[in-house]
């Protein structure tokens, strides 16, 4: 695999084509398969074309887009995978909660919930920056390491019933939940903020190549930090969407969400690898994803048979994302 | 896994490593060592010396059979530079397979055969899908991770769990030599032949090798695709076997069981020197080392009353500095 990527560094100008078109690509295909699942569950069952249906998927989409494009940022810039998302998320609701208990405006309950998200990648950042240690490694031990704290400080929190974040949590907006619509406005702003503002190429080209970046004047460091505290942030405003709506939840709570991310994230076309992708991707890979639930429950499955479907999608999607960059490397 | 972390770093790190003697001291089995003799220490001080009792040793090793056979299998993975998230819901995933074979009435060593082919099959998947595709092995793996442990759930059913007690299998998983429990003593036995493998055998030093540099590996005439498919399905087989067992302990199955396993293990094999994102680096005994210093520290906690969750924060923090220390000794620097 090194040998790929060692061949990566040097992209050619018919590879750089190739990634545009792949992009769009991804996209197509993701397209054409979310379509799929969704006429053939309709087909099976016309029901399925309802409101009810639309909104289920929707509130879905909203926490795991939000995540994903915290997700997208660390992966985009060569920083693999935040793995202490979890933590982040649950430590974030959890201020949401305390602060609207205290009766603040929502707003400052937003700003605070988000610098919270801000301050926990900060901490991370500190780590891997400071001690130049792998993040995959450091937001493993760090989200170990926040969610036992977690555990000893509450064992379940909801927001207040009846106060405005409590409210935003239930509230629908042109037929949609009013938590999905900051979600398509974040990922269409951050998908054009990566691609067409200084900062955000600087972030994809530490991602694509750190040595070239460095040799071109990005300073590592300051990339490291400002990723990781925009990926934080995003993480604190998905616990704004996730502590509005999710009722009451524990430390546990945010687990199964990761692999949906991390998932989306790949399908998306943004790898792992860092250097690539595409954010707008994201709304249909998070779409598709978020699908899944909804369709199986219409087939008479069980919900277990959702998570054999997300990793053998995930699974598939690696492999085809390994194939492309193996030979486009060639 | 090179390509995340390595940049262009000479084979084998910057180890002073031509002399035994300075490596014995100083490697990272050494440091691990000197933990788990803190661990000792410490419940000798905290816990008083019922800590060494075979009682409490017993009650240690129950816990940690699993967690050893299954690390010492996947710790090949580790070295040839492919970690296998896909452990933790292999171990699941195999207790009840293992368990819905004896309730169907099948023999003891059909219901283990059948069950440790079906694991294989899915390492087999991993292996396609990493060696053959060039599929990240993280995100690979932690697919496999998710599906299996759906297929786990469904498997379960309703009641979350399958009830298969077999008299004889409970009777021989739980049975005590010395004084302790047999499988602990052969789950030891399994951690110190892997050892052996790793660092004396030439299979061993082929997989460190692939893992520690794949380019040069193959120019040394080593098939690098042989060597990884080979780890991923030991690495497979060991969670199965962990599986299986698993069932015996317990008398039963749950859809839950092993979930979160891959995180315990991987957190302690690298506090016990091994790394999960560059091949090449660590060792059985290491890895069995830092297992049973993880087992130490959350036994001292029990004894002493303090709350479960500081495990993790303590495992957390040992991870940090033991990653931090391989990284002084010569690792990957980020960045």
């Given at each position: ?11 050619s ?11 769009w ?22 029901d399925?074309?309802?409101h ?6 929707a ?13 997208g ?12 998302q ?30 919270t998200g ?11 920056v ?13 989200n ?17 019933i ?22 398509l406005a ?10 067409s ?5 600087r ?40 502590a ?30 860092g ?56 | ?10 084979a084998?790190?910057?180890v ?15 440091s ?13 001080l ?19 059979i ?56 899915f ?30 759930w ?9 009830f ?23 789950a ?16 061993g030093?082929?997989?460190r ?47 839950a ?56 924060i ?22």
């Open positions: 695999m090194s040998l790929d990527r060692a061949m990566d560094r040097t992209p100008r018919a590879l750089l084509l190739g990634v545009r078109l792949h992009g690509g991804t996209g197509l295909t993701l397209l054409a398969v979310w379509l799929l699942l969704i006429a053939a569950t309709g087909f099976y069952r016309p399925f074309f309802t009810q249906t639309v909104l289920a998927i509130f879905t989409m909203s926490i795991v887009g939000v995540m994903a494009i915290g997700q940022i660390v992966a985009n810039s060569g920083g693999f995978i935040d793995l202490s979890p933590a982040g998320l649950i430590l974030s609701s959890l201020v949401a909660v305390r602060l609207s208990e205290t009766g603040l405006p929502f707003v400052l309950v937003v700003v605070g919930t988000v610098l801000m301050v926990w990648g900060g901490v991370n950042a500190t780590i891997i400071l001690a130049k240690l792998n993040p995959v490694i450091v937001t493993l031990a760090t170990f390491i926040g969610l036992a704290t977690l555990y000893l400080v509450f064992q379940l929190a909801q927001v207040p009846g106060s405005a974040i409590y409210d935003f949590g239930r509230a629908n907006l042109l037929g949609l939940p009013a938590i999905w619509w900051p979600m974040l990922v269409l702003l951050v998908g054009l903020l990566m691609r503002t200084r900062y955000g190429r972030i994809t080209a530490v991602g694509g190549n750190r040595a070239a970046a460095a040799a071109r004047g990005i300073s590592l460091k300051k990339t490291r930090f400002g990723t990781f505290i925009a990926a934080g942030g995003f993480v604190g405003f998905a616990a704004i969407l996730f509005s709506s999710a009722g009451p939840f524990n430390p546990g709570s945010a687990n199964t969400l990761q692999l949906n991310i991390i998932a989306a994230v790949i399908l998306a076309g943004i790898s792992l690898r250097g690539q992708g595409n954010f707008w991707m994201l709304l249909l890979s998070v779409g598709f994803l978020s699908t899944i639930p909804t369709s199986l429950v219409f087939f008479g499955l069980s919900s277990d048979t959702q998570t054999i479907f997300q990793g053998a999608i995930l699974i598939i999607a690696v492999a085809i994302d390994g194939y492309r960059i193996r030979r486009g490397a060639r | 896994m090179t390509d995340i972390a390595a940049d262009k770093r000479p084998g790190g910057g002073i490593a031509h002399h035994p003697l300075r490596e014995m001291l100083t490697g990272s089995v050494a691990i060592g000197f933990t788990f003799i803190v661990v000792i220490v410490a419940g000798l905290l816990v008083g010396p019922k800590f060494v009792s075979a009682g409490n040793i017993s009650i240690m090793g129950a816990f940690v699993v967690p050893l056979i299954v690390g010492a299998f996947s710790g090949f993975a580790l070295l040839a530079g492919v970690v296998d998230l896909s452990i933790g819901s292999m171990v699941g995933i195999s207790s009840a397979l293992f368990a819905l074979f004896i309730t169907m009435g099948w023999p003891l060593w059909a219901a283990g055969a059948v069950t440790l082919l079906i694991c294989l099959g390492g087999a998947i991993n292996a396609v899908a990493i060696v053959g595709f060039g599929a990240d092995a993280i995100a690979a793996t932690l697919g496999m991770l998710t599906a299996l442990r759906g297929i786990t469904v498997l379960a059913g309703n009641e979350k769990a399958i298969a007690f077999d008299m004889n299998f409970f009777g021989l998983v739980n049975q005590s030599v010395f004084g302790l429990p047999l499988f602990f003593l052969l030891i036995l399994v951690s110190l032949i892997a050892a052996l493998v790793a660092t004396k055998t030439r299979v030093r082929h997989v090798a692939v893992g520690g540099d794949e380019l040069a590996a193959a120019r040394a005439g080593i098939s690098v695709k042989r060597v990884r498919t080979a780890a991923l399905l030991l690495s497979a087989f060991g969670a199965g076997i962990g599986g299986i067992i698993y069932e015996g302990q317990l008398g039963s199955a749950a859809g069981t092993g979930f979160g396993l891959e995180f315990q293990v991987y957190a302690a094999l690298m506090i016990g020197g091994y790394s999960i994102l560059r091949g090449g680096v660590g060792n059985p005994l290491g890895g069995a080392l830092g297992l049973l210093a993880v087992a130490g520290v959350s036994n001292i906690l029990d004894n002493t009353g303090v709350s479960p969750y500081f495990v993790n303590i495992v957390g923090l040992l991870l940090l500095a033991a990653v931090l220390l391989d990284r002084l000794r010569g690792g990957d620097a980020f960045e």
